[in-house]
C-alpha cells in the first residue's frame, strides 16, 4: 500500500480527484444496488418480472447509451459530463428513497443508468488526457480505488439496511452529492480538441477503424468474465460450503490481492512486457483460473472452497495484470477530439459481449442434469472466453495492430485556446 499512496501523491491533483472519486462512486453504487432487488420484492410488493424490468431498464439505460456518453465528453468537455453524471445520479439514487410507484422507480432506473453512461467514458477520457505520460499508472490506482470502494460500499449499505433501505439509498445519493460538488470546486477544465466533423462522422470513424474493433472484441472477454464473480463463483462457494456466508470470502480476496499488488505489478509489466503480450498473460491467467473448480476436493467447508476461492484469487489476478494496459491503449487508437467517442464504443461493445457471455454461462447452468452448482461445461465456457481472448489479443500484438500509429490530422483544427467545461 505504501507504494499505491506514494504514486497517488506524485500525480496532480485533478487525477488523485479523479481517482478518490471512483472510491466514491463505487462506495455509492454498491451501497444501493445490492439491495435494490430484495427491497422491490420484500417491500415494494413488485413481481419478479416487475423488478427485472427495473433493473434491465437500469442497465440498459447505462451500457446502450456509453457511445452517447463518450461523444458528450469529446464535444462539451470531460469535466461538465462528469459533473453532469454525478449529479444525475444522485437525483436518480434520490427517487429510489422517496418513490414506490413504478413510472417513479422506471425514472430513477433511467437516471442513474444514464448517469454511468456519461461519467465512466468521461472519466477515462480526463485522466487519458491529464496524464498521457503515465495512463497505465493512473488507471492502475483507479483500479485500486474502484476496488476498494466496492467492498466498502456493500458493507456501509448492509449496515445502514438495518435502519431502513430509504436510509442506505439516501446514503448513496449524498455519496455522489458530495461528489458532484467537490469535482464543481477543484476538478479544473481540460482544453478540448475538436473533431472536425459531425457526431455522425466522429462514430464512422469510430466503427470503421478495423484496428480497434478488432482490439475491442479481443478484450470483451474480460469484462465477460469479470461479470463470473456475480454468477458462477458465488453459486458454487455457496454450494461447496453451505453457507451464503462464503460468498463474501470471494470478494475479501478480491479486493485484498487488487489493493496490495495492483500498483507494483503494473509497475513492473510495463518495465519487462510490452502491452499485448501483459494483456494476453492476464487474459490467460484469469482464463486458466476457471478450470480450478473442476477440481473437487474432499473435507470440512474451507478446503472445498479453495479451487473457487483459488478461481476468485486467479480473476483478480488476471484483471489486475490486463486492465491498466487494456484503458492505456484505448486512447492510442484514437487521434485527438474522439478519445471518449472511443472509450465509449469500447464499453457499449463489451457490455454487450458481457452480457451475452453471462447469459450463455447461465443457460449452461439450466441445461445441466449434473448434482453440482455449477456444471463443467459452464466453467469450460469461461476458461474458453479468457483463453480465446489471450490468443487473439498475442495475434493482435504479432501482428502489430496493438503498436500506436501516428494520428491522423483532424479535418478542421480547434480554435486555439478554446476551452469548454
Known amino acids: 500500500m505504501t507504494a499505491t499512496w506514494r504514486t497517488l501523491r506524485s500525480f496532480p491533483t485533478a487525477i488523485q480527484l479523479l481517482v478518490v472519486n ?3 462512486v463505487n462506495v455509492g453504487f454498491y451501497l444501493l444496488l445490492p439491495f435494490l432487488a430484495g427491497y422491490l420484492a420484500d417491500d415494494v410488493g413488485l413481481s419478479a418480472a416487475l423488478i427485472g424490468l427495473i433493473l434491465g431498464v437500469r442497465n440498459l439505460s447505462q451500457q446502450g447509451l456509453f457511445l452517447l456518453g463518450g461523444t458528450a465528453a469529446d464535444r462539451l468537455g470531460s469535466r461538465g459530463v462528469i459533473i453532469a453524471g454525478c449529479a444525475l445520479r444522485t437525483v436518480g439514487f434520490g427517487l429510489f428513497a422517496v418513490g414506490v410507484s413504478l413510472p ?8 442513474s443508468g444514464l448517469a454511468g453512461a456519461l461519467f465512466n467514458p468521461a472519466v477515462r477520457a480526463y485522466l487519458a488526457q491529464a496524464a498521457p505520460e503515465r495512463r497505465a499508472e493512473g488507471f492502475a490506482l483507479f483500479n485500486v480505488f474502484a476496488s476498494a470502494g466496492s467492498l466498502v460500499g456493500p458493507l456501509l449499505g448492509g449496515a445502514l439496511l438495518l435502519i431502513d433501505f430509504r436510509v442506505a439509498a439516501l446514503g448513496a445519493a449524498g455519496v455522489f452529492a458530495v461528489l458532484t ?3 464543481v470546486l477543484v476538478l479544473p477544465p481540460q482544453p478540448r480538441v475538436a473533431s472536425g466533423q459531425s457526431v455522425l462522422g466522429d462514430w464512422r470513424e469510430c466503427v470503421t477503424d478495423r484496428r480497434f474493433i478488432a482490439f475491442t472484441l479481443a478484450l470483451s472477454a474480460l469484462y465477460a468474465s469479470q ?7 458465488p453459486v458454487q462457494a455457496e454450494q461447496a460450503t453451505g453457507h451464503p456466508g462464503a460468498v463474501a470470502a470471494l470478494f475479501v480476496v478480491s479486493t485484498v490481492v487488487t489493493l496490495a499488488w495492483q500498483v507494483p505489478v503494473t509497475a513492473a509489466l510495463q518495465r519487462h ?12 491467467v484469469l482464463g486458466g483460473g476457471f478450470l480450478l473448480p473442476l477440481v473437487s476436493l474432499p473435507g470440512p467447508a474451507p478446503v472445498r472452497l479453495l479451487p473457487v476461492l483459488g478461481a476468485a484469487l486467479l480473476l483478480a489476478v488476471g484483471v489486475m495484470i490486463a486492465q491498466p494496459f487494456v484503458l492505456e491503449l484505448i486512447p492510442a487508437f484514437a487521434r485527438g477530439g474522439l478519445t471518449g ?9 463489451s457490455g454487450v459481449v458481457a452480457a451475452v457471455g453471462t447469459a450463455a454461462v447461465g443457460r449452461a447452468m439450466d441445461d445441466a442434469t449434473t448434482t453440482t452448482a455449477v456444471p463443467a461445461v459452464a466453467w469450460l465456457l469461461c476458461a474458453g472466453l ?9 495475434l ?3 501482428a502489430g495492430w496493438l503498436t500506436p500509429r501516428p494520428a491522423p490530422a483532424a479535418p478542421a483544427p480547434a480554435v486555439a485556446g478554446e476551452v469548454r467545461q
Do not use: D, E
Open 104 to 111: 417513479v422507480l422506471l425514472a430513477a432506473s433511467v437516471l
Open 386 to 394: 479468457g483463453l480465446a481472448s489471450a490468443g487473439s489479443v498475442w
Open 273 to 284: 512486457l510490452a502491452r499485448g503480450p501483459a494483456i494476453a498473460l492476464g487474459l490467460a
Open 181 to 183: 460538488v467537490a469535482q
Open 396 to 398: 493482435l500484438h504479432r
Open 341 to 349: 467517442t472511443y472509450f465509449g464504443l469500447f464499453y457499449l461493445v
Open 227 to 233: 461479470n463470473q464473480l456475480y454468477l458462477v463463483l
Open 22 to 24: 471512483q472510491f466514491g
